[in-house]
């Protein structure tokens, strides 16, 4: 195509010196033409638009200990980062499997992992969930030598406003990771129960404001994230004690705006539902003396991964698991914050 046929795009416009929102990050969100920008991002300990920065990449190759010849499966690809390091060990001779449910991010990823060169020879990729798992094993020969999950949602995902993840920009309130199924965050709050709301604030994110919540916000049209955003501080403004410090009510919004998006989140995703069935499923799916990797984000994720693993070591199925759960490091995560909250555990399955 000559320069004439391309159809000249003029780039978001921004008021002020820099850009602020996602869409106005144009340099961010095309890495390729625009790298300094990109390393001068990652420098301040942020995140650059449109990217996800992989987490406890070290330790994670150090337990997974990927060999030439060995058949690996990602079964949360996101951006690729893990995997194309995965990758990177188990050639040549190896296979990568990569999976995840997002239809917006996955072809993305794709075809930036396509265009370094990896085909479908040495790299498998497939748009399922990882509750799944079992449709990959004829494919892969009958079973993994290694698997990981860094479960959640990546910083793709979180920091896109269109997919309604974070109460800190407007977008729909949406929260799934695959919007062509099941219910929007929107959807379920019609449609839920009071007793419902109620016990999901709870389970999913430990809400300590769970019942004055469930009575505000069950039943109500919200449409948009600053929409329910606004009604939980309206709530909660009404509950603080006249002499609470204003700076403990913003602390203390701040994280209940936090844990009910996170609860509204893993419920539309069934996320607990779907790890549930996938740690059933992984001894079947691994090979004798495979190793598995699982990086979560919060206690009902951990508590799930540990207690399963342990019933494993206790049965014989693993030969061996994580005795203490393993964090990033204090330099990973002061260079990039969101590695915070990370917990990694691994188990080896019996030979
Ligand atoms: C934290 S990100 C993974 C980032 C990736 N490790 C990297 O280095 O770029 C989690 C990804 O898992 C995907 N995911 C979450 N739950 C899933 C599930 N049940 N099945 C498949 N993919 C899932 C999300 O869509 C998201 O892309």
């Known amino acids: 195509m000559t320069d004439e046929a391309v159809p000249h795009k003029r780039r978001v416009r921004y008021v002020g010196t820099h850009p602020r929102r996602f869409e106005e990050k144009y340099k961010e969100l ?59 060990k188990v050639l040549p001779g190896g296979r990568l499997f990569g999976i995840d449910v997002d239809p917006i991010e996955f072809p993305r990823t794709e075809a930036r992992l396509r265009a370094k060169g990896f085909d479908a020879s040495v790299l498998v990729l497939k748009r399922i969930n990882f509750s799944q798992l079992p449709e990959l094993l004829p494919e892969a020969g009958g079973g993994f030598d290694f698997l990981l999950a860094d479960l959640g949602v990546s910083s793709m995902q979180i920091d896109n406003p269109a997919r309604g993840f974070s109460f800190k920009t407007d977008g729909p309130l949406d929260l799934r990771l695959d919007p062509s199924s099941g219910q929007s965050a929107s959807e379920l709050l019609q449609s839920v129960t009071r007793q419902r709301l109620r016990e999901l604030l709870v389970d999913n994110a430990d809400e300590p404001y769970a019942l004055p919540l469930a009575a505000a916000l069950q039943g109500q049209y919200i449409e948009t994230t600053t929409q329910l955003a606004e009604l939980i501080r309206a709530t909660l403004a009404g509950l603080w004690k006249r002499n609470m410090p204003e700076d403990e009510r913003l602390a203390e919004t701040k994280k209940t705006l936090q844990r009910v998006f996170q609860a509204l989140r893993i419920e539309v995703n069934d996320e607990f539902g779907v790890l549930d069935a996938m740690l059933a499923l992984l001894p079947s799916c691994l090979k004798p003396g495979g190793r598995v990797a699982i990086l979560s984000f919060h206690s009902g994720e951990d508590r799930r991964v540990k207690k399963a693993f342990q019933s494993g070591e206790r ?31 691994w188990a080896i399955k019996a030979a």
């Open 30 to 88: 095309n890495p390729e033409q625009h790298g300094l920008e990109l390393q001068k991002v990652l420098d301040r300990g942020q995140t650059p638009a449109g990217m996800h920065r992989s987490i406890c990449i070290e330790e994670i190759l150090q337990l997974l200990a990927p060999q030439p010849g060995e058949v690996g499966l990602d079964a949360t690809l996101g951006f690729g980062g893990h995997a194309q390091e995965l990758l990177a």
């Open 315 to 345: 049965s014989g199925i693993y030969a061996s698991v994580a005795p203490e759960l393993i964090r990033p490091s204090f330099e990973e995560r002061r260079a990039n914050p969101r590695s915070s909250s990370a917990k990694l555990r």
